[in-house]
């Protein structure tokens, strides 16, 4: 009954019958076509156990394909045994206890799951398991995707004169807080997304179409960037908002056409209104500058009247005194000054009276004055 235990074939597995597993326990071949059998799977688990017990310690069994004698139902565990656990275990402690932590990145640690402290850059130690710990980039700049980039209808908002505008923008942010970044916010991405949409429609809503299309671009950036800052701040997010990219403004796809010819109307008429500008300018400018000649003339008659009267009433007084002095002979000086401007550049003839009183005392001459004055104005 023994020999006919070790397999199919009747190959005993630990009495040696094993050894011609080609054969069949009556001494014949297996059939053609079949080959040699595989090793029992039974027989390969013991050979396992055999190979553990030795390596743990124990002692190898004396037989071959069974339990082995005296090796004792398990490993038996020596100090040595021990100690390599001990120190296999240390390694693995270590191990995951220590941790890097790059320049550009923070860490926070957890002490059985709440808030601990913030490792720095370089090698920490947090004991394992009590403290573990999550590694943040905290320098690098993410960019949130806003308006028509993300979602063709996200970009659509009214402003505040009734239009609508299409807008593209990015936020770009990064952590300042690691802390309050794990913490305070269950998805900060979509709360960042959500903050920004909502802060730039509030912008959009208080200003015109004409501005955003044109000049008040870097303007709403900045406004859109401390709004977002501001709301992030009051949830103690830790984000930094560093910049906001104004990426585009323009009308929507279905009324550009109209709104640029208005636009093209619109800039028609400012060109017409600086040259109407211009000319009314330049008028004016004419206009001030004759008035203030005129005005200058005036003033330079003014001064000359002035002085001239002041100037008669100086000679006026001064004669008055000199009359006062001598009334015949200065009497006398001004009849004989009055008439010679009277007299000076007058044509006369000055006669004088026959004392005789015989004959008229006039000599008949030719007017040679009258000939040369005629002769003179006919070459004129």
């Known amino acids: 009954m023994a020999g006919n235990s070790g397999g199919p074939w009747g190959g005993g597995g630990s009495s040696g019958g094993g050894g011609n597993r080609g054969n069949n326990g009556d001494g014949r071949k297996p059939p053609e076509g079949e080959g040699p059998q595989i090793p029992e799977i039974d027989e390969l688990m013991k050979k396992g156990q055999e190979q553990l017990r030795v390596l743990m310690g124990g002692r190898g069994g004396s037989g071959r394909g069974g339990s082995g004698q005296g090796g004792g139902g398990g490993p038996a565990f020596t100090r040595g045994t021990i100690l390599i656990g001990v120190v296999v275990a240390a390694v693995v402690w270590v191990l995951a206890s220590f941790y890097t932590v790059k320049p550009e990145e923070q860490s926070v640690e957890l002490f059985l799951g709440e808030f601990s402290d913030v490792g720095n850059p370089g090698l920490n130690f947090a004991p394992w398991p009590f403290v573990t710990a999550e590694v943040i980039p905290v320098t690098r700049e993410q960019t949130e995707d806003m308006g028509g980039a993300r979602s063709s209808d996200d970009?659509?908002?009214?402003?505040?004169?009734?239009?609508?505008?299409?807008?593209?923008?990015?936020?770009?942010?990064?952590?300042?807080?690691?802390?309050?970044?794990?913490?305070?916010?269950?998805?900060?991405?979509?709360?960042?997304?959500?903050?920004?949409?909502?802060?730039?429609?509030?912008?959009?809503?208080?200003?015109?179409?004409?501005?955003?299309?044109?000049?008040?671009?870097?303007?709403?950036?900045?406004?859109?960037?401390?709004?977002?800052?501001?709301?992030?701040?009051?949830?103690?997010?830790?984000?930094?908002?560093?910049?906001?990219?104004?990426?585009?403004?323009?009308?929507?796809?279905?009324?550009?056409?109209?709104?640029?010819?208005?636009?093209?109307?619109?800039?028609?008429?400012?060109?017409?209104?600086?040259?109407?500008?211009?000319?009314?300018?330049?008028?004016?400018?004419?206009?001030?500058?004759?008035?203030?000649?005129?005005?200058?003339?005036?003033?330079?008659?003014?001064?000359?009247?002035?002085?001239?009267?002041?100037?008669?009433?100086?000679?006026?007084?001064?004669?008055?005194?000199?009359?006062?002095?001598?009334?015949?002979?200065?009497?006398?000086?001004?009849?004989?000054?009055?008439?010679?401007?009277?007299?000076?550049?007058?044509?006369?003839?000055?006669?004088?009276?026959?004392?005789?009183?015989?004959?008229?005392?006039?000599?008949?001459?030719?007017?040679?004055?009258?000939?040369?004055?005629?002769?003179?104005?006919?070459?004129?």
């Open 155 to 380: 970009g659509l908002m009214l402003t505040g004169d009734e239009n609508v505008v299409d807008i593209d923008y990015q936020v770009v942010w990064n952590i300042n807080d690691p802390a309050k970044y794990l913490f305070n916010l269950r998805d900060p991405r979509q709360t960042i997304q959500a903050v920004s949409e909502s802060a730039m429609r509030e912008i959009i809503a208080q200003s015109e179409l004409a501005p955003i299309l044109n000049r008040d671009r870097g303007v709403i950036a900045d406004r859109l960037q401390l709004l977002i800052q501001e709301t992030m701040d009051s949830y103690d997010s830790g984000v930094n908002i560093i910049r906001v990219n104004f990426d585009k403004a323009d009308p929507p796809q279905d009324v550009i056409a109209a709104f640029r010819d208005v636009q093209a109307a619109a800039q028609e008429r400012d060109r017409e209104q600086n040259v109407a500008d211009a000319y009314a300018n330049r008028v004016l400018a004419e206009a001030r500058g004759e008035a203030a000649q005129v005005l200058e003339e005036a003033e330079a008659y003014r001064a000359q009247q002035i002085n001239s009267a002041v100037g008669e009433a100086s000679r006026f007084s001064a004669v008055l005194e000199e009359y006062s002095k001598a009334p015949d002979v200065t009497r006398k000086r001004l009849y004989l000054e009055r008439m010679e401007q009277v007299l000076g550049d007058v044509d006369k003839i000055i006669l004088d009276e026959n004392t005789s009183g015989q004959g008229q005392g006039v000599v008949p001459y030719l007017p040679l004055n009258e000939l040369r004055r005629n002769s003179t104005e006919g070459n004129n």
